[in-house]
């Protein structure tokens, strides 16, 4: 595929009411951020929303599960024994993400490379046995964590999956308890967590 500049005099360019309209606001804005750096010129193609909008849909399965296990647990009191070394898993999974995230928004201004580890945090929840979701507190921190920062690309449908976490009762009890997204903190590393540092000579 060929991409060239967009130019009145070539009737190549894209009004962005109608991609508002057709894809909706968080899509359109998902789809900016990912294609590009800031300041990069972007290479504007309809077929990129496969991958974002099956990005969406897997962390609406992991909502979803967050909210069915937790409901199975307050409902049945089936709540799974908390391993040790599953939740050490978690936690460095949660650092990582959190940490390289972070760095690549606040400091790097890479907003396309900060979506990638949000999706590679969200391929590591997807992973993990849902039932992990009705007891574990690393679990829950994980996908809350994950909402929170995800909110940067899609606001709208981040705060409709706030809303559903905060349909159940939290395991923890440091959740935040505002039901508005943006008020809510950003998530922060632990500071025993380790972290990897590279010196170029």
Request: hydrophobic share 40%; glycine share 2%.
């Amino acid at each position: 595929m060929i991409f060239e500049k967009m130019s009145k005099s070539k009737r190549n360019g894209v009004d962005p009411l109608d991609v508002l309209e057709r894809n909706g606001v968080d899509m359109t804005r998902l789809q900016l951020l990912d294609s590009a750096a800031p300041r990069q010129a972007i290479n504007w193609e309809e077929s990129d929303q496969k991958g974002l909008r099956k990005w969406l849909d897997r962390v609406a399965w992991i909502v979803s599960a967050y909210v069915d296990e937790r409901k199975n647990a307050i409902e049945n009191g089936a709540e799974t024994p908390i391993n040790s070394k599953l939740e050490e898993s978690l936690r460095e999974n949660y650092n990582f993400f959190v940490r390289n995230t972070s760095m690549c928004l606040e400091v790097l201004n890479l907003h396309n490379t900060a979506l990638a580890r949000l999706q590679g945090f969200t391929n590591a929840l997807r992973k993990m046995d849902p039932s992990l979701f009705r007891s574990s507190p690393e679990a829950e921190r994980c996908v809350y964590a994950l909402i929170t920062m995800m909110q940067v690309y899609t606001p709208y449908c981040a705060a409709e999956m706030w809303a559903a976490l905060h349909s159940v009762p939290p395991i923890r009890a440091s959740v935040s308890s505002s039901s508005l997204l943006d008020e809510v903190p950003w998530p922060q590393v632990d500071p025993d967590c380790d972290i990897d540092f590279i010196l170029t000579v």
